[in-house]
């Protein structure tokens, strides 16, 4: 199976400054279709896990434009603009579709600094 | 708005099993994968399947197979997971996610755009 590992795991932020995680794969996420088969998640305490990106780049519908997703073949980042109060405290999932198991990163959980 | 409601708590024996629904509602359950995903406490995130609720072909992953059972009520629009022989290490919360629209040659059952709001069962002696 695929292996996801994020970096870091616990990521110290200040609020309206701006925040990255990276997520590597174990093996190449491009199809031959030119689409990586990445996916994004946040989980807020207490919560069900919520899309933010998929395919690697691809907003949600109603996630804010400050976050966004870069990355191809092995290597992805999830970027968030500027922090705002409400980033905070939840834990980022990055989880790769492009084969079954679908696999997930450990997650990184964003903190105030 | 698309909802998937889901069982309750349950609390198990060892060696027994459990039955999770997931109920959709606001779209055609027959249209979109529906996924399974389960989170220990205190832990990250595993898929566990997916069940193409038109035609109730499922896929399970590996590690699940022969223990995990997916299927699906279309008349009461009501998607389950069975998991058999439970163990101390299947105590988690279990999700249901709404996965991709079904095409044809489509490449995979995600992404996971919507989500149950999960169901505890505790495995315990």
């Known amino acids: 199976e695929i292996v996801m590992t994020q970096s870091p795991i616990s990521l110290p932020v200040t609020p309206g400054e701006p925040a990255s995680i990276s997520c590597r794969s174990s093996e190449s996420l491009l199809h031959g279709n030119g689409y990586n088969y990445l996916d994004w998640y946040l989980q807020k305490p207490g919560q069900s896990p919520q899309l933010l990106i998929s395919l690697a780049s691809k907003r949600a519908s109603g996630v804010p434009g400050r976050f966004s997703g870069s990355g191809s073949g092995t290597d992805f980042t999830l970027e968030i603009s500027r922090v705002e109060a409400e980033d905070v405290g939840g834990v980022y999932y990055c989880?790769?579709?492009?084969?079954?198991?679908?696999?997930f990163g450990q997650g990184t959980k964003l903190e105030i600094k | 708005q698309v909802q998937l409601a889901q069982s309750g708590a349950e609390v198990r024996r060892p060696g027994a099993s459990v039955k999770v629904s997931c109920k959709a509602s606001g779209y055609n359950l027959n249209l979109y994968y529906l996924n399974w995903v389960r989170q220990a406490p205190g832990q990250g995130l595993e898929w566990m399947g997916w069940?193409?609720?038109?035609?109730?072909?499922?896929h399970v992953a590996q590690k699940f197979q022969g223990r995990v059972t997916l299927t699906r009520d279309t008349s009461i629009v009501t998607a389950y997971m069975e998991v058999s022989g439970l163990m101390s290490d299947d105590t988690a919360v279990y999700f249901c996610?709404?996965?991709?629209?079904?095409?044809?040659?489509?490449?995979?059952?995600?992404?996971?755009?919507?989500w149950g709001q999960g169901s505890l069962v505790i495995v315990s002696s």
């Open positions: 996610a709404r996965g991709a629209l079904i095409t044809f040659g489509g490449q995979t059952a995600t992404p996971f755009d919507n």
């Open positions: 069940i193409n609720p038109k035609i109730g072909v499922t």
């Open positions: 989880m790769q579709a492009r084969q079954t198991p679908y696999t």
